[in-house]
């Protein structure tokens, strides 16, 4: 686990993330879902349940 800060740019909440959770290269856009106090970030398109319902 690592444990990151919030910050306010632009009003806006923004977190930075740590070298060792980051995201892929070339991923440009993420989804965000709030589930009670957490919030998830995905990939968009990189979600399990999208590719179920999608197909290959």
Do not use: C, H, Y
């Not at 995201?23 to 179920?52: H, N, Y």
């Amino acid at each position: 686990m690592s444990i990151s800060t919030v910050f306010t740019n632009n009003r806006t909440q923004a977190v930075r993330l740590p070298a060792d959770v980051r995201l892929p290269d070339g991923v440009k856009k993420v989804e965000v879902r709030a589930r009670g106090v957490e919030r998830v970030i995905s990939p968009v398109g990189q979600r399990w349940d999208e590719f179920f319902q999608q197909g290959p």
